[in-house]
C-alpha cells in the first residue's frame, strides 16, 4: 500500500485561535501514537490568516481510516467543533517523488 499524504485546513473563529491551537497540540501526541502514523505535524499561517494546517502522512488509506475513528480525533473534534469558522478543508494525497530522494516528498 502507498503512504497517504493528508492536508488538513482549520479555521478558528476570530478570538478563538489559541483554544484551538492548544486543543490540537493536546491531541497530537495521541495521535502520534497511532498505528500507522508517520507524520502529523502543526503549521500556522503566515500573515493575516489565522489558519492552522496539518500535514500528515500515514501508511495506508486503512491507517488514515483508523485515525478517522480513533479517540484521539472524536475529542479533538469535540473539542474544537463550536470553535472554527467552517467545517475543516481536508484533502488527501499520494506523494510523487522528484528529484532528491530526502527533499522530493514527504
Do not use: Q
Not at 44 to 50: H, I, L, P, V
Not at 75 to 101: Q, R
Amino acid at each position: 500500500m502507498s503512504p497517504v499524504i493528508v492536508v488538513a485546513t482549520i479555521s478558528p473563529k476570530p478570538g478563538e485561535e489559541a483554544a484551538v491551537k492548544d486543543a490540537v497540540l493536546a491531541a497530537i501526541p495521541k495521535v502520534h501514537a497511532e498505528p500507522g502514523c508517520v507524520k502529523y505535524s502543526l503549521n500556522e499561517a503566515t500573515g493575516d490568516s489565522t489558519d492552522l494546517v496539518m500535514i500528515e502522512k500515514w501508511e495506508s488509506m486503512d491507517a488514515l481510516a483508523t485515525h478517522g475513528g480513533a479517540p484521539a480525533l472524536t475529542e479533538l473534534g469535540a473539542a474544537i467543533g463550536n470553535l472554527l469558522a467552517g467545517p475543516l478543508d481536508v484533502k488527501t494525497f499520494t506523494a510523487v517523488p522528484a528529484g532528491d530522494a530526502d527533499r522530493g516528498a514527504i
